[in-house]
């Protein structure tokens, strides 16, 4: 029973480049969500999805895309890495957006240079 | 904007002692509050998720609590261990927006032997 796996663990980025950040879950999670961790600003929700074809944008979406193509991924995009976004980045699903318990991978670590 | 404040930032307590950790939120109309655990470099694991028609949840040492009307929860740790050393954070659901869950800021514990 794998949960919630993230895919890279750890990326070191130069600025400017692009990558993505892969989300997967096999719980038939409706809703899939991004937070990115920083010492002293907690948690904070980048974007979130409450289903297949279905975005919304969080606290802290610049800089950051994402889409919803099935119900089991949820990739993390970002387009011109900035130092800025070094952080820890971690995405959770649960089975409802309401009154789902909230699930969490182990994270991807970031570092952009 | 709904605010969640979990005060001490820090706490250190002898091994077997019984503790309380707090929880406050600005916005009473919660759908759902959550506590989770993160040990060090990883991922938040739940521990108990209470909805807004609930007072308290039970899991093992642990009870969390809710009061809506104060604006608080609280989880209490039984007979604590040294392996309930970690980060415990609270993230509280508002009806208005449910897929966006708010965070504390978390209560680093440490349980000393």
């Known amino acids: 029973n794998a949960g919630v796996t993230q895919t890279p663990k750890f990326q070191v980025l130069k600025t400017g480049q692009s990558m993505t950040l892969q989300c997967a879950q096999d719980m038939n999670h409706e809703y899939m969500s991004w937070y990115r961790q920083d010492p002293g600003m907690g948690l904070r929700l980048i974007h979130y999805?409450?289903?297949?074809?279905?975005?919304d944008q969080g606290e802290v979406p610049n800089g950051y895309n994402v889409s919803r193509s099935t119900t089991e991924d949820f990739p993390l995009r970002l387009l011109s890495a900035a130092p800025s976004q070094t952080s820890v980045y971690f995405c959770?699903?649960?089975?409802?957006?309401?009154?789902?318990?909230?699930?969490f991978g182990e994270g991807s670590r970031l570092t952009v240079l | 904007k709904q605010e969640v404040t979990q005060i001490p930032a820090a706490l250190s307590v002898p091994e077997g002692e019984n503790l309380v950790l707090n929880c406050s939120f600005t916005d009473s109309a919660i759908y759902n509050l959550q506590w989770f655990r993160q040990d060090p470099g990883k991922g938040l694991t739940s521990l108990l998720l209470i909805q807004s028609s609930q007072r308290e949840q039970t899991s093992g040492r642990l009870n969390a609590s809710l009061d809506k009307s104060s604006g608080r929860s609280t989880l209490y740790i039984a007979a604590s261990q040294p392996g309930d050393s970690a980060t415990y954070l609270c993230a509280v659901r508002l009806w208005t927006n449910a897929g966006k869950s708010t965070f504390g800021d978390g209560t680093t514990l440490t349980v000393k032997p």
């Open positions: 959770a699903s649960s089975y409802d957006p309401g009154t789902g318990e909230l699930f």
């Open positions: 999805s409450v289903g297949a074809g279905i975005t």
